[in-house]
């Protein structure tokens, strides 16, 4: 049935920042550039090697592009599948990206984030040659590759563009370059284009020169076994000539410039502050930042203070308790000491600072700007903000942001020396405050978004005429003090195809300050200018039907097919447009057909019952081997207001897809072997026994036998945190161990204590779907619904191809009281075109529908829905799991009274029992209903029937919901969520009880 896990594969050590300059400088060792691939969840194997090595660097002004051709060998027997995650500096791109498909390189193109990611993971089912670069939250990447051939070799391009720091004499670009074996064949080559002065090698090879070659110079080096132990550092000289660089280039209709001069960063003395609040973000991922240089840059800066009243605020989801100080003449000792004493935990709620709380002459705050958790946006005073971060992995757009709002400003403190950066607190930097030009002559005139002068003074735009003149007004905040013309000509061109997407990659940087308001803009620049954004992705896909599939336009060699083909699938998908609502009708009429059916059940003969039963043992041999089941849960009870019966209103189901070639299917109902005065007395006698009182629901409380609960447990209530802290170092890396922690805290009435730690599940890997549904589901079982709310929010904008998100945020919007949300919610889902994978999707979300429709039909209004769409259904039994993991085949199994099972085997049972399709590589739903419940025990069993995923994620999560009188004033929920490991095992979850 599930395929053999393919062992999960990190690239990691990537790109250099420009913080590396300061390193440098400060004779600070310095991370490799050269991507390293390391295996995980396999001690055994041998690690990847790079056989091959080329870098092309190509300077243009302070831009500099640097792509690396690489060949990585895997020497295992076994194909892998790479992912890696990698930081960029602010600032840096990354701008192409290229994989070898049957031998040939092909290149990546830019798509819809969802688009490419669906297009990827299709792909992925087939085992053949996809590759994936998208960008998560900040200004991380991550890239995805499959397969890596057992024996064999995969040929990897990919290139970025970063900003160049600069010194007194001009640009300076470095590439640490280490590895622990020597690369067979290594070749560099730089270019420094429209540069009078020859550069000069600072670091590098031996006899490394410059040549002049055309209007360029350009250095070169290859050697075979070379020992990558330096950091190769070139200085571009910017002489008076070269003080100011103008560079044109003709593309798609419009000629775009990009002018960067050499302006000496000014400042303006400010008085110090007497009081300031240090905003001290001590989430989980703080512990990442520098904390030495944040603490040496507040050392500094208070430094010449005399007196300041200091307040200290350390926050993560929720404000910690403030802590004063009154530093004079400098001593900063106790405010130090009380930074070394924090405690790193939880996600990033900025919604949690509220500003207006305090008044302070300055506002710091330290952070990655990285919001994980809950509300993402502070709440301003009207006092500017500084925002500083010294972490390599940063939401630069977000810092940014925050300081542009308040009217402060962000310094980076892993781009800048403490003294610098001391130097900004002090002082207001001179920044650009408005640019002028002729509307006829230029458009779309766009600078740095923070628009200071740390890397000069850059900006881009379109040239409409031969000739035009921009007037650069500076000064300190809004006051102008000084003003720059620059003139621009059509004959600044040059050969390279760098300034078009300079002028994007500054014109996204600026959309980006507000990425949901500009969505549209930025989705649309990325893939015009072969950006990758928070919106878009590169991807490299095997066949041009794959492109087709989802519309992405394909490298050049692949478009005549691409559109011949494009123009057949919109010609198909016209006559398809009506088919989700087709089948959304279909799917209706059935499960009304199923509703209005008086079923008569008889008993089964001895013959069937041991045919059926030879079945299920020829299917259990199909099935892998047995396990142990590793399977916990902590229960639910939650009352929600109950729908009311409305006749002849409608469901759903959908249209029946392939089931498993493992999966056979059992008869039930009359047995035509029977004679009709045993099936007579065999009706009479089951009638007497429907249910005529609501049932109850008993679960059982499934507990991990894991050792960290055990050592919490054997320990004192008021030791509970710090025991905590001293696990999550062992622990921390396992998701399940801040689920089954926040649970226990849960239990003992530690509700603030188990939201944070169940936080932490959103920053072990940024925009991850499967953990934060994990958290969410743990959420509203605590009893959170806005969080729920907001972190299913987020799961649909990074995850909305998958009709899953919406079901998750309709629930939570029903939850929240959002009802005529969630019914649009639901709508979209039934209405949506998804892949075949998740079956009868579409049968749950009309059910659950209709049920808030028929609950709030006040609050809900019906005007925009398909009629033929609303009918209410109420039932004795609903019973309903999910999980969390893709590519994954949960089964639900009920057993009624009678002792018959429905499950995959027998989907309708003879007392009227029907179950959906089984899901076998979603998220599911699966679904039992029974609409009279006889009296008796109905068990409710849950199966890991496989496991397909390519990379290895830990243990699965299931929800299941179960009710009694769904739909009727009288329902009853309650919610159980645990999880199972890979085992092919059966896990009874809890009964409903009818008669009792």
Same mark, same amino acid.
């Given at each position: 049935?599930?395929?053999?896990?393919?062992?999960?594969?990190?690239?990691?050590?990537?790109?250099?920042?420009?913080?590396?300059?300061?390193?440098?400088?400060?004779?600070?060792?310095?991370?490799?550039?050269?991507?390293?691939?390391?295996?995980?969840?396999?001690?055994?194997?041998?690690?990847?090697?790079?056989?091959?090595?080329?870098?092309?660097?190509?300077?243009?002004?302070?831009?500099?592009? &640097?792509?690396?051709?690489?060949?990585?060998?895997?020497?295992?027997?076994?194909?892998?599948?790479?992912?890696?995650?990698?930081?960029?500096?602010?600032?840096?791109?990354?701008?192409?990206?290229?994989?070898?498909?049957?031998?040939?390189?092909?290149?990546?193109?830019?798509?819809?984030?969802?688009?490419?990611?669906?297009?990827?993971? #299709?792909? %992925?089912?087939?085992?053949?040659?996809?590759?994936?670069?998208?960008?998560?939250?900040?200004?991380?990447?991550?890239?995805?590759?499959?397969?890596?051939?057992?024996?064999?070799?995969?040929?990897?391009?990919?290139?970025?563009?970063?900003?160049?720091?600069?010194?007194?004499?001009?640009?300076?670009?470095? /590439?640490?370059?280490?590895?622990?074996?020597?690369?067979?064949?290594?070749?560099?080559?730089?270019?420094?284009?429209?540069?009078?002065?020859?550069?000069?090698?600072?670091?590098?090879?031996?006899?490394?020169?410059?040549?002049?070659?055309?209007?360029?110079? *350009?250095?070169?080096?290859?050697?075979?076994?070379?020992?990558?132990?330096?950091?190769?550092?070139?200085?571009?000289?910017?002489?008076?000539?070269?003080?100011?660089?103008?560079?044109?280039?003709?593309?798609?209709?419009?000629?775009?410039?990009?002018?960067?001069?050499?302006?000496?960063?000014?400042?303006?003395?400010?008085?110090?502050?007497?009081?300031?609040?240090?905003?001290?973000?001590?989430?989980?991922?703080?512990? =990442?930042?520098? $904390?030495?240089?944040?603490?040496?840059?507040?050392?500094?800066?208070?430094?010449?203070?005399?007196?300041?009243?200091?307040?200290?605020?350390?926050?993560?989801?929720?404000?910690?308790?403030?802590?004063?100080?009154?530093?004079?003449?400098?001593?900063?000792?106790? /405010?130090?000491?009380?930074?070394?004493?924090?405690?790193?935990d939880g996600g990033t709620q900025f919604g949690a600072v509220d500003l207006r709380q305090y008044d302070y002459e300055q506002l710091l705050l330290f952070s990655d700007g990285l919001g994980t958790f809950g509300k993402k946006e502070l709440l301003f005073s009207g006092k500017p903000v500084i925002s500083l971060s010294s972490s390599a992995i940063a939401d630069y757009a977000h810092l940014k942001w925050m300081a542009r709002e308040s009217g402060g400003r962000f310094i980076n403190l892993s781009a800048a020396t403490?003294?610098?950066?001391?130097?900004?607190?002090?002082?207001?930097?001179?920044?650009?405050?408005?640019?002028?030009?002729?509307?006829?002559?230029?458009?779309?005139?766009?600078?740095?978004?923070?628009?200071?002068?740390?890397?000069? $003074?850059?900006?881009?735009?379109?040239?409409?005429?031969?000739?035009?003149?921009?007037?650069?007004?500076?000064?300190? #905040?809004?006051?102008? =003090?000084?003003?720059?013309?620059?003139?621009?000509?059509?004959?600044?061109?040059?050969?390279?195809?760098?300034?078009?997407?300079?002028?994007?990659?500054?014109? %996204?940087?600026?959309?980006?300050?507000?990425?949901?308001?500009?969505?549209?803009?930025?989705?649309?620049?990325?893939?015009?200018?072969?950006?990758?954004?928070?919106?878009?992705?590169?991807?490299?896909?095997?066949?041009?039907?794959?492109?087709?599939?989802?519309?992405?336009?394909?490298?050049?060699?692949?478009?005549?097919?691409?559109?011949?083909?494009?123009?057949?699938?919109?010609?198909?998908?016209?006559?398809?447009?009506?088919?989700?609502? $087709?089948?959304?009708?279909?799917?209706?009429?059935?499960?009304?057909?199923?509703?209005?059916?008086?079923?008569?059940?008889?008993?089964?003969?001895?013959?069937?019952?041991?045919?059926?039963?030879?079945?299920?043992?020829?299917? =259990?041999?199909?099935?892998?081997?047995?396990?142990?089941?590793?399977?916990?849960?902590? *229960?639910?009870?939650?009352?929600?207001?109950?729908?009311?019966?409305?006749?002849? @209103?409608?469901?759903?189901?959908?249209?029946?897809?392939?089931?498993?070639?493992?999966?056979?299917?059992?008869?039930?109902?009359?047995? =035509?072997?029977?004679?009709?005065?045993?099936?007579?007395?065999?009706?009479?006698? /089951?009638?007497?026994?429907?249910?005529?009182?609501?049932?109850?629901?008993?679960?059982?409380?499934?507990?991990?036998?894991?050792?960290?609960?055990?050592?919490?447990?054997?320990?004192?209530?008021?030791?509970?945190?710090?025991?905590?802290?001293?696990?999550?170092?062992?622990?921390?890396?396992?998701?399940?161990?801040?689920?089954?922690?926040?649970?226990?805290?849960?239990?003992?009435?530690?509700?603030?204590?188990?939201?944070?730690?169940?936080?932490?599940?959103?920053?072990?890997?940024?925009?991850?779907?499967?953990? $934060? @549904?994990?958290?969410?589901?743990?959420?509203?079982?605590?009893?959170?619904?806005?969080?729920?709310?907001?972190?299913?929010?987020?799961?649909?904008?990074?995850?909305?191809?998958?009709?899953?998100?919406?079901?998750?945020?309709?629930?939570?919007?029903?939850?929240?009281?959002?009802?005529?949300?969630?019914?649009?919610?639901?709508?979209?889902?039934?209405?949506?075109?998804?892949?075949?994978?998740?079956?009868?999707?579409?049968?749950?979300?009309?059910?659950?529908?209709?049920?808030?429709?028929?609950?709030?039909?006040?609050?809900?209004?019906?005007?925009?829905?398909?009629?033929?769409?609303?009918?209410?259904?109420?039932?004795?039994?609903?019973?309903?799991?999910?999980? #969390? &993991?893709?590519?994954?085949?949960?089964?639900?199994?009920?057993?009624?009274?009678?002792?018959?099972?429905?499950?995959?085997?027998?989907?309708?049972?003879?007392?009227?029992?029907? %179950?959906?399709?089984?899901?076998?590589?979603?998220?599911?739903?699966?679904?039992?209903?029974?609409?009279?419940?006889?009296?008796?025990?109905?068990?409710?069993?849950?199966?890991?029937?496989?496991?397909?995923?390519?990379?290895?994620?830990?243990?699965?999560?299931?929800?299941?919901?179960?009710?009694?009188?769904?739909?009727?004033?009288?329902?009853?929920?309650?919610?159980?969520?645990?999880?199972?490991?890979?085992?092919?095992?059966?896990?009874?979850?809890?009964?409903?009880?009818?008669?009792?």
């Amino acid at each position: 049935m599930s395929r053999l896990v393919l062992t999960a594969v990190t690239i990691i050590c990537l790109f250099f920042s420009c913080a590396q300059v300061k390193k440098v400088q400060q004779q600070e060792p310095l991370p490799t550039a050269i991507p390293t691939l390391r295996i995980l969840h396999d001690t055994a194997a041998a690690a990847i090697r790079i056989s091959s090595l080329h870098i092309e660097v190509k300077v243009s002004a302070n831009i500099a592009t &640097t792509t690396f051709d690489m060949v990585f060998y895997n020497p295992n027997n076994r194909e892998l599948e790479g992912e890696f995650d990698f930081p960029l500096a602010d600032g840096q791109q990354i701008v192409r990206y290229g994989l070898d498909i049957e031998g040939k390189m092909r290149e990546g193109v830019v798509a819809e984030k969802a688009k490419a990611r669906q297009a990827f993971e #299709n792909t %992925i089912r087939r085992q053949v040659d996809p590759g994936l670069v998208e960008k998560t939250k900040g200004n991380n990447f991550r890239t995805r590759i499959y397969p890596l051939p057992a024996k064999g070799s995969r040929h990897i391009l990919i290139a970025m563009e970063q900003v160049l720091p600069f010194d007194a004499q001009g640009n300076i670009f470095q /590439l640490p370059l280490y590895t622990a074996e020597p690369i067979a064949d290594f070749a560099f080559t730089i270019t420094v284009v429209k540069n009078e002065a020859v550069p000069e090698a600072i670091t590098a090879f031996d006899d490394f020169r410059f040549k002049k070659w055309e209007n360029a110079w *350009v250095a070169s080096r290859t050697e075979k076994n070379f020992p990558a132990n330096q950091t190769i550092q070139i200085h571009i000289p910017r002489t008076g000539i070269d003080s100011t660089v103008v560079l044109t280039e003709q593309f798609s209709g419009n000629r775009y410039f990009y002018v960067n001069s050499i302006l000496r960063p000014e400042w303006k003395e400010q008085a110090a502050p007497a009081s300031a609040g240090i905003f001290w973000d001590v989430s989980a991922s703080g512990k =990442s930042r520098n $904390l030495e240089k944040e603490k040496q840059l507040l050392k500094q800066y208070f430094a010449g203070s005399k007196t300041c009243t200091v307040s200290l605020i350390p926050f993560h989801i929720y404000l910690e308790e403030k802590q004063e100080f009154v530093i004079r003449n400098g001593n900063t000792d106790a /405010l130090l000491e009380a930074i070394d004493q924090l405690s790193y935990d939880g996600g990033t709620q900025f919604g949690a600072v509220d500003l207006r709380q305090y008044d302070y002459e300055q506002l710091l705050l330290f952070s990655d700007g990285l919001g994980t958790f809950g509300k993402k946006e502070l709440l301003f005073s009207g006092k500017p903000v500084i925002s500083l971060s010294s972490s390599a992995i940063a939401d630069y757009a977000h810092l940014k942001w925050m300081a542009r709002e308040s009217g402060g400003r962000f310094i980076n403190l892993s781009a800048a020396t403490v003294e610098q950066a001391v130097l900004e607190l002090q002082q207001i930097p001179l920044h650009i405050i408005r640019m002028e030009a002729d509307s006829t002559a230029v458009e779309d005139l766009v600078f740095s978004s923070e628009g200071s002068l740390q890397q000069g $003074l850059s900006f881009a735009g379109k040239l409409k005429q031969p000739e035009a003149e921009i007037t650069v007004h500076l000064g300190y #905040n809004n006051t102008v =003090s000084s003003t720059r013309r620059f003139t621009v000509r059509q004959s600044d061109s040059t050969q390279t195809d760098q300034v078009k997407r300079l002028w994007a990659t500054m014109k %996204i940087s600026e959309l980006e300050l507000q990425p949901e308001k500009f969505k549209e803009q930025i989705t649309g620049l990325g893939k015009s200018f072969s950006v990758v954004t928070s919106n878009t992705s590169l991807i490299v896909l095997d066949r041009v039907e794959d492109y087709v599939e989802q519309e992405i336009v394909p490298p050049a060699e692949l478009q005549k097919e691409y559109y011949a083909l494009l123009k057949q699938k919109k010609s198909r998908e016209e006559q398809e447009k009506k088919e989700p609502l $087709l089948a959304a009708v279909e799917t209706m009429q059935e499960l009304k057909d199923w509703w209005h059916t008086d079923f008569k059940p008889a008993k089964r003969s001895k013959r069937d019952e041991e045919e059926l039963q030879v079945n299920r043992v020829q299917l =259990s041999a199909g099935i892998a081997d047995n396990g142990i089941v590793a399977a916990d849960s902590a *229960v639910v009870s939650h009352h929600f207001t109950p729908g009311t019966a409305q006749a002849d @209103r409608q469901l759903m189901p959908s249209p029946q897809a392939e089931i498993s070639e493992m999966r056979l299917e059992a008869t039930s109902g009359w047995l =035509s072997d029977e004679k009709e005065e045993d099936k007579k007395s065999a009706t009479d006698e /089951l009638e007497k026994t429907v249910a005529e009182k609501p049932g109850s629901i008993e679960l059982k409380d499934w507990k991990p036998d894991v050792p960290y609960l055990k050592e919490i447990e054997k320990t004192r209530p008021d030791e509970y945190e710090t025991r905590y802290v001293s696990l999550k170092e062992q622990y921390g890396t396992q998701p399940s161990f801040y689920i089954d922690m926040a649970r226990f805290f849960f239990a003992k009435k530690l509700q603030a204590l188990g939201v944070r730690v169940l936080s932490n599940v959103a920053e072990l890997k940024l925009e991850d779907a499967s953990l $934060l @549904r994990m958290m969410a589901n743990q959420l509203m079982e605590a009893g959170e619904k806005e969080l729920t709310l907001i972190a299913y929010r987020d799961i649909l904008a990074m995850r909305e191809e998958e009709p899953q998100s919406y079901r998750d945020l309709a629930l939570a919007c029903n939850e929240n009281g959002l009802y005529a949300e969630a019914v649009q919610l639901f709508y979209q889902l039934i209405l949506g075109y998804w892949d075949n994978r998740f079956h009868d999707i579409q049968a749950v979300a009309l059910n659950e529908m209709n049920a808030v429709i028929s609950a709030h039909p006040r609050e809900v209004s019906t005007a925009g829905i398909d009629q033929r769409l609303i009918y209410a259904m109420p039932v004795d039994v609903r019973i309903v799991i999910s999980w #969390n &993991t893709d590519n994954s085949d949960m089964d639900l199994w009920v057993t009624d009274p009678g002792k018959e099972k429905c499950s995959y085997e027998n989907t309708r049972t003879a007392i009227g029992g029907r %179950i959906t399709q089984d899901v076998t590589q979603g998220y599911g739903p699966e679904e039992f209903m029974l609409k009279k419940a006889m009296n008796g025990d109905y068990t409710v069993e849950v199966n890991l029937f496989g496991d397909s995923r390519q990379t290895l994620g830990g243990p699965t999560a299931i929800k299941a919901d179960l009710y009694t009188d769904f739909g009727k004033p009288t329902q009853k929920k309650q919610t159980i969520n645990f999880r199972v490991s890979e085992a092919k095992e059966v896990v009874e979850i809890g009964k409903l009880k009818f008669g009792v």
